[in-house]
């Protein structure tokens, strides 16, 4: 899951540490005549003349060696070591500068674009970045791969984490049932979420019912009563061409006397424009009140579907969206994206196509996830 984008965050790591160790080295070298007189003068080691008299060419061959290692033109070994980096951050000696931090930036930003991140999210994340690294610099850090993974940590988490909240919680202290209705193109595996999410309540001790309000598309019906069978539910479904408002109304009813704990509400995925998005979701509104209200959408599509997550919001409010398909994608943009376009949380994710294969969505695992080796 994301893979592509878990390595070009690593690459920036990279680019950074190789930035900051380019200037390490060229500043030591400028500081390392001046440090080793006093040494050669006053050194503890060599008590004795004629050690005192060997001392200068010692510490001329060290400082020959390790400026050798820290200009380190066609070094293939460790270089600068993480020993030395941290004493020089610990010094204040090196500080990474605004230019320091450029050429990793954009490349950073260019892979964050091509990782279907959206813009203005992508500036937020540089933004961030690059506020934490001048900033922290200058406090005592211990290597600049440490440094770039809290800067990186932060920024991605503040715009995965935008408006998360408790849904378990949520679900537990509302009045039951609770109706969820699903928003969403078609295609994307809206149907299957509902099936998932149907088994993921019984999983946590709720009831479900899941009521067809997708009456424009033919097939539709059958499509879902496939999951109400397999999983053993009740699906409350009207003829093609029905008011999808009733539908879910009844499956409301159906769950108030039958004791169910949620009702799970389709609705059409493909409409004609998006007035009549709007007309058929203020009826379903108007006329059952959902509790919350979902947004499907798949991973794969990228901006896509932050683009459609923008549209059916600013249509109709959602409280948050399911995000399919995320087994399948390597880039990981719309993941990144959504919440922060929209305001609203990604609640959970589709990793596959069994009924398991559904996870609460968790902002700080996925940062950590992203940021792993
Ligand atoms: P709908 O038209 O939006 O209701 O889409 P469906 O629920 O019928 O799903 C479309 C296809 O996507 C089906 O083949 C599903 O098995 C598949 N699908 C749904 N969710 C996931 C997921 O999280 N991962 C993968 N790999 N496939 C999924």
Known sequence: MFDGLKDKLNDFRKDVEEETEAKEAASESDAEPEAAAPEGTETDETATPAAAADAPAGAAADEAEETGDATGEGDEDDGPSTFRRAKAFATGRIIIEEEDLEEPLWELEMALLESDVEMSVAEEILDTVRETMLGESRKQVETTGELVEAALHDALLDVI?????????????????????????????????????????????????????????????????????????????HDQGGDPAAVIYDGVEYAKANDIDVVLGDTAGRLHTSDDLMAQLEKIDRVVDPDMTLFVDESVAGQDAVTRAKEFNDAAAVDGAILTKADADSSGGAAISIAYVTGKPILFLGTGQGYDDLERFDPEALVEDLLGE
Do not use: C
């Open 161 to 237: 984490a935008v408006g998360q909240f408790d849904f378990e919680e949520r679900l537990a202290e509302a009045d039951k049932p609770v109706t969820i209705v699903f928003t969403g193109v078609n295609g994307v595996g809206k149907t299957t979420s509902i099936a998932k999410l149907s088994e993921w309540l019984e999983e946590r001790g709720y009831s479900s019912v899941m009521a067809n309000g997708d009456t424009y598309r033919a097939g539709a019906n059958e499509q879902i009563r496939e999951h109400a069978e397999n999983l053993d539910r009740k699906l409350i479904a």
